[in-house]
């Protein structure tokens, strides 16, 4: 049985073939661009969800540790946080001492050498903030330094690494004019825009990075089983009884803290990017129009024909518009497979969410029949006379 | 025997002021159920504008058309393609078959239109194109029929839907003289055996004979009226005549 429609798109195959190539290749970038937008959000949220902490406890009015500048002095801000947090948090964890600074490590890859961009954080093994050797791909933690504070004490400087970091067990990386040594390598332990992190004892950050100041950037704490993080972070929060009614602090919830991520690192600066996804949907609906225009425009004697013969507008319409769905349906989807093979040759992190490309597709597919429904009203008006008369 | 196209005082204008253009002024028109009527004058008087206002195509400026009982509806324009593709069949001077369907198709083609598809449609189709004799060329495409065959397939697809009126315009123009009888002796029987009634714009004076009427117009009129068979000649603008009873 012949689709009278389909047999007219095979007709004229090679333009059906390079809208449904340039459909597809638009939607691969939007999808692309999506999956540029996932994997931020995706390496924003990483390091918070891995720490797993209940609440971020960092200098009033600072940003915090990941968007602003906090410094806290453990001596003075560890006892009143126990004191205040009595009951509310989990004793066994305690108070963990946090640096989490961005720094630009020299590292030797293939005999080579070159500054990189990393993140330094500085942990207690134990504690929160870092991984255990459960976490370790390969080697071991580093040493970890005494729990009391000895001016004699000689710190290990030691580094557990993400593997994207390119460099290996054994081999020494410079931190701050500090050689550090590498004794563990983790997995997916990014920060936004591909910053692989850098592990190491809060002992031997403090003394990369922070010139050996006892200070630290901010203290996690997790909640007591049978209470919740929003219990423990209101009761430090509390202006006129917590942990705030004493020193200019501020406590977040981890789930406010990825917010905060979020928001600076992807929403604000991706702006431009979701700009330009709309412009490319709006490519899109135009390259799709103007070649159903163009074609409905080459077609209208055949038109006139067929509704001289008696094809009313629905006719007409759905021959028009069943065209357009066909050539974009089968674009969007070539664009999802090509985005899919491209995502992993991308050079920088892309996650192809399913679900989104499917949200994704189906707008473009939309799109598409925008662009196309002018061609299809065209279509309707074209004047049955035209068969009698040709072109008029 | 009963009207089944009646024009009554048809008009239709085309431009505006100075430039205005009365292709068709004031026609009168019945055609009775079966006949084979002719539509012949110079070039320029109307004879398309009037078919294509009594089959449902053109919107008249007055007037009206009556078709097998049925005023068309030209303040509904949404209207009109149920009646051309139910009662109305067309054949066009350039065949206008679509190109990249072959015979059989181009006749599901109206058929389609008309919401009949599958296996009936091609059954009807391939036995139209038998009618008209191609059976021999259903699966051929435009490009590979001669324009005899393509004037053939055009009269098969203009009888797929059993219209009650057939209008051709000049379907001869772009065929010989051989060719040109061969098609009215095929007009003919399909008369016979569709029960259609035929309207024919042409030029060709020696297919007269195969009318049952001819109506000659002039400057969007018609003046004149014959009847080959009877030797009878009728001029309309003669007072006398017009009592004539295929006319109003
Ligand atoms: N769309 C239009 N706009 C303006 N004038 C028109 C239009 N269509 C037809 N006319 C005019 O109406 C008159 C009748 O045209 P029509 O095509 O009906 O003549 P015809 O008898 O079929 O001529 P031919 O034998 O050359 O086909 C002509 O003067 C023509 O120029
Ligand atoms: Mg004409």
Same mark, same amino acid.
């Given at each position: 049985?012949?689709?009278?429609?389909?047999?007219?798109?095979?007709?004229?195959?090679?333009?059906?073939?390079?809208?449904?190539?340039?459909?597809?290749?638009?939607?691969?970038?939007?999808?692309?661009?999506?999956g540029i937008m996932n994997g931020l959000r995706w390496q924003a949220q990483r390091y918070v969800?891995?720490?797993?902490?209940?609440?971020?406890?960092?200098?009033?009015?600072?940003?915090?540790?990941?968007?602003?500048?906090?410094?806290?002095?453990?001596?003075?801000?560890?006892?009143?946080?126990?004191?205040?947090?009595?009951?509310?948090?989990?004793?066994?964890?305690?108070?963990?001492?946090?640096?989490?600074?961005?720094?630009?490590?020299?590292?030797?890859?293939?005999?080579?050498?070159?500054?990189?961009?990393?993140?330094?954080?500085?942990?207690?093994?134990?504690?929160?903030?870092?991984?255990?050797?459960?976490?370790?791909?390969?080697?071991?933690?580093?040493?970890?330094?005494?729990?009391?504070?000895?001016?004699?004490?000689?710190?290990?400087?030691?580094?557990?690494?993400?593997?994207?970091?390119?460099?290996?067990?054994?081999?020494?990386?410079?931190?701050?004019?500090?050689?550090?040594?590498?004794?563990?390598?983790?997995?997916?332990?990014?920060?936004?825009?591909?910053?692989?992190?850098? /592990?190491?004892?809060?002992?031997?950050?403090?003394?990369?990075?922070?010139?050996?100041?006892?200070?630290?950037?901010?203290?996690?704490?997790?909640?007591?089983?049978?209470?919740?993080?929003?219990?423990?972070?209101?009761?430090?929060?509390?202006?006129?009884?917590?942990?705030?009614?004493?020193?200019?602090?501020?406590?977040?919830?981890?789930?406010?803290?990825?917010?905060?991520?979020?928001?600076?690192?992807?929403?604000?600066?991706?702006?431009?990017?979701?700009?330009?996804?709309?412009?490319?949907?709006?490519?899109?609906?135009?390259?799709?129009?103007?070649?159903?225009?163009?074609?409905?425009?080459?077609?209208?004697?055949?038109?006139?024909?067929?509704?001289?013969?008696?094809?009313?507008?629905?006719?007409?319409?759905?021959?028009?518009?069943?065209?357009?769905?066909?050539?974009?349906?089968?674009?969007?989807?070539?664009?999802?497979?090509?985005?899919?093979?491209?995502?992993?040759?991308?050079?920088?992190?892309?996650?192809?969410?399913?679900?989104?490309?499917?949200?994704?597709?189906?707008?473009?597919?939309?799109? &598409?029949?925008?662009?196309?429904? /002018?061609?299809?009203?065209?279509?309707?008006?074209?004047?049955?006379?035209?068969?009698?008369?040709?072109?008029? | 025997?009963?009207?089944?196209?009646?024009?009554?005082?048809?008009?239709r204008y085309f431009g505006m002021g100075e430039a205005r253009v009365t292709a068709v002024d004031?026609?009168?028109?019945?055609?009775?159920?079966?006949?084979?009527?002719?539509?012949?004058?110079?070039?320029? &008087?109307?004879?398309?504008?009037?078919?294509?206002?009594?089959?449902?195509?053109?919107?008249?400026?007055?007037?009206?058309?009556?078709?097998?009982?049925?005023?068309?509806?030209?303040h509904r324009p949404a209207l009109l393609p149920r009646v051309r593709r139910e009662k109305v069949?067309?054949?066009?001077?350039?065949?206008?078959?679509?190109?990249?369907?072959?015979?059989?198709?181009?006749?599901?083609?109206?058929?389609?239109?008309?919401?009949?598809?599958?296996?009936?449609?091609?059954?009807?189709?391939?036995?139209?194109?038998?009618?008209?004799?191609?059976?021999?060329?259903?699966?051929?495409?435009?490009?590979?029929?001669?324009?005899?065959?393509?004037?053939?397939?055009? /009269?098969?697809?203009?009888?797929?839907?059993?219209?009650?009126?057939?209008?051709?315009?000049?379907?001869?123009?772009?065929?010989?003289?051989?060719?040109?009888?061969?098609?009215?002796?095929?007009?003919?029987?399909?008369?016979?055996?569709?029960?259609?009634?035929?309207?024919?714009?042409?030029?060709?004076?020696?297919?007269?004979?195969?009318?049952?009427?001819?109506?000659?117009?002039?400057?969007?009129?018609?003046?004149?009226?014959?009847?080959?068979?009877?030797?009878?000649?009728?001029?309309?603008?003669?007072?006398?005549?017009?009592?004539?009873?295929?006319?109003?």
């Amino acid at each position: 049985m012949p689709r009278f429609w389909l047999r007219d798109l095979y007709y004229r195959r090679l333009r059906v073939v390079l809208t449904v190539l340039g459909v597809a290749l638009l939607s691969m970038l939007i999808l692309l661009l999506g999956g540029i937008m996932n994997g931020l959000r995706w390496q924003a949220q990483r390091y918070v969800r891995f720490v797993g902490a209940d609440a971020w406890i960092s200098k009033e009015r600072s940003g915090g540790v990941f968007v602003g500048f906090t410094l806290l002095d453990p001596e003075d801000v560890v006892p009143l946080v126990q004191a205040f947090g009595r009951g509310v948090m989990d004793e066994r964890v305690g108070v963990s001492p946090l640096i989490f600074a961005h720094a630009r490590p020299v590292v030797t890859i293939g005999g080579v050498e070159r500054q990189v961009k990393a993140v330094v954080v500085g942990y207690r093994a134990g504690k929160l903030g870092g991984p255990s050797h459960r976490d370790l791909v390969r080697g071991r933690l580093f040493v970890p330094s005494p729990e009391v504070y000895s001016p004699e004490q000689r710190v290990e400087l030691e580094a557990v690494v993400d593997e994207s970091l390119g460099v290996e067990i054994g081999q020494s990386i410079e931190i701050g004019g500090y050689a550090v040594t590498v004794v563990g390598i983790v997995r997916d332990m990014m920060f936004v825009f591909d910053t692989p992190l850098i /592990f190491m004892d809060i002992r031997a950050a403090q003394e990369t990075v922070l010139e050996n100041v006892l200070y630290v950037n901010t203290f996690l704490v997790k909640a007591a089983p049978g209470h919740t993080a929003e219990e423990l972070v209101a009761r430090l929060n509390d202006p006129d009884r917590g942990l705030r009614s004493v020193r200019a602090v501020e406590v977040h919830t981890s789930e406010e803290t990825i917010e905060t991520i979020l928001t600076n690192y992807v929403t604000e600066p991706m702006r431009g990017v979701q700009f330009l996804r709309v412009m490319l949907w709006l490519t899109a609906a135009l390259i799709v129009g103007m070649i159903s225009y163009v074609t409905t425009m080459e077609k209208t004697q055949e038109l006139g024909v067929m509704k001289a013969i008696g094809a009313d507008n629905r006719y007409v319409l759905q021959m028009v518009l069943l065209q357009v769905l066909l050539t974009s349906v089968v674009g969007v989807a070539l664009g999802v497979a090509l985005a899919l093979i491209a995502a992993p040759a991308f050079p920088i992190f892309v996650l192809v969410d399913p679900l989104e490309g499917l949200t994704v597709s189906l707008l473009s597919v939309l799109m &598409c029949l925008l662009g196309g429904s /002018f061609a299809a009203w065209r279509a309707t008006r074209v004047d049955p006379m035209i068969a009698f008369r040709g072109e008029l | 025997m009963s009207v089944v196209v009646e024009g009554i005082g048809v008009t239709r204008y085309f431009g505006m002021g100075e430039a205005r253009v009365t292709a068709v002024d004031h026609v009168d028109i019945a055609i009775e159920s079966g006949e084979l009527v002719m539509l012949m004058g110079d070039s320029g &008087c109307g004879k398309t504008t009037l078919i294509s206002l009594l089959g449902g195509i053109l919107t008249p400026s007055e007037g009206k058309v009556i078709l097998d009982g049925e005023e068309l509806p030209f303040h509904r324009p949404a209207l009109l393609p149920r009646v051309r593709r139910e009662k109305v069949g067309f054949v066009f001077q350039m065949f206008h078959l679509i190109p990249y369907l072959t015979a059989l198709e181009n006749v599901m083609l109206a058929l389609d239109i008309a919401g009949v598809r599958g296996a009936e449609a091609r059954r009807r189709a391939a036995e139209l194109l038998d009618r008209v004799g191609l059976s021999h060329r259903l699966h051929h495409r435009p490009a590979q029929l001669s324009g005899g065959e393509k004037q053939r397939v055009s /009269f098969a697809r203009a009888l797929a839907n059993r219209p009650k009126v057939l209008f051709a315009d000049e379907p001869t123009a772009n065929l010989d003289s051989r060719q040109s009888e061969n098609l009215l002796e095929l007009v003919r029987e399909l008369r016979e055996q569709h029960a259609t009634t035929i309207v024919i714009v042409t030029h060709h004076e020696s297919l007269k004979p195969h009318a049952d009427r001819i109506l000659h117009m002039r400057d969007g009129r018609i003046v004149q009226e014959e009847r080959p068979a009877e030797n009878e000649v009728a001029s309309i603008d003669d007072p006398e005549k017009r009592e004539y009873p295929s006319l109003r």
